[in-house]
C-alpha cells in the first residue's frame, strides 16, 4: 500500500531554534501533502495543504512565517517551524494524497512527529 | 461548515465485549466517510471507509454503515481484543472540499484483559 514516512520522529529543541520536519511519499507520487498538528487527547488540526510546486495554503490562525512549508517534489515537503517556543511543543503529522488513485479523496498518514521545545 | 461529531471517551471495556463508538455529521451533498485509528506514539491509520449511502465498511473486524437517514457512521466491533485499544477518529471528505479531511474529535477506547 501507500506508505507515508516522516523525519525525525522525535525531536528535542531550545527555544529560539528552528526545526525542519520531512514528509516523504515512498512509493507513490503526492500531488498534495498535509500538515496537522495535534494537542494531547485532541483531534487533528489542519494547518496547511501544498501542492507539489506552489505555495502552500494555510489555515486561519496558522501563522505562514512561522510554519514554513515546501513542496519541491512530487515525493517530499518539509515543515519548518521557525523560531520555535514552547507552545509549539506538538505532534505534528503530514498525510499525502496522488491524483492517480481511483479513490481520489484518500489520504495516507505519516508516522508523526513529536516535537518538544524547552 | 461540515462537521463531525464523536461520542466522548474514554470508553473502557473488556475483553470480547461488543463496541460500538457513535458518529455523526453534518455536510451538504454526499461526503466519503472514514474511521481512522491511532495507536499510541503514532500517525493515523485508515481502518474503514463508504463513500456513498448504504455502502458498508469493514476491517480487522471494525464495520461502519454510511446511513444517509441518520447522518451517521457508528464504528462496531462484535468482540473487541486488549489490541484495539487506540483513539479512534472518525472522519469525512465533502464532495467540494478539495480531499481535505474534516475530523471528529476522536475517541479513546481501552480495553481491559
Known amino acids: 500500500g501507500a506508505v507515508v514516512s516522516q523525519h525525525p520522529s522525535r525531536v528535542i529543541c531550545k527555544s529560539g531554534t528552528s526545526v525542519k520536519i520531512e514528509c516523504r511519499s515512498l512509493d507513490f507520487q503526492a500531488t498534495t501533502m498535509f500538515w496537522y498538528r495535534q494537542f494531547p487527547k485532541q483531534s487533528l488540526m489542519l494547518m496547511a495543504t501544498?501542492?507539489?510546486?506552489?505555495?502552500?495554503?494555510?489555515e486561519q490562525g496558522v501563522e505562514k512565517d512561522k510554519f514554513l512549508i515546501n513542496h519541491a517534489s512530487l515525493t517530499l515537503s518539509t515543515l519548518t517551524v521557525t523560531s520555535a517556543h514552547p507552545e509549539d511543543s506538538s505532534f505534528y503529522i503530514c498525510s499525502a494524497r496522488t491524483g492517480g488513485r481511483a479513490l481520489a479523496n484518500e489520504q495516507f498518514f505519516g508516522p508523526g512527529t513529536r516535537l518538544t521545545v524547552l | 461548515g461540515d462537521s463531525v461529531t464523536q461520542m466522548e471517551g474514554p470508553v473502557t471495556l473488556s475483553e470480547e465485549a461488543f463496541l460500538t463508538i457513535n458518529c455523526t455529521y453534518t455536510a451538504t451533498g454526499y461526503p466519503s466517510l472514514f474511521w481512522y485509528v491511532q495507536y499510541p506514539g503514532e500517525g493515523l491509520q485508515l481502518l474503514l471507509k463508504a463513500t456513498k449511502a448504504d455502502d458498508k465498511g469493514s476491517n480487522k473486524g471494525f464495520e461502519a454503515t454510511y446511513r444517509k437517514e441518520t447522518t451517521s457512521f457508528h464504528l462496531e466491533k462484535g468482540s473487541v481484543q486488549v489490541s484495539d485499544s487506540a483513539v479512534y477518529f472518525c472522519a469525512l471528505v465533502a464532495n467540494n472540499a478539495g480531499n481535505m479531511l474534516t475530523f471528529g474529535g476522536g475517541t479513546r477506547l481501552m480495553v481491559k484483559p
Open positions: 501544498s501542492n507539489e510546486g506552489s505555495k502552500a495554503t494555510y
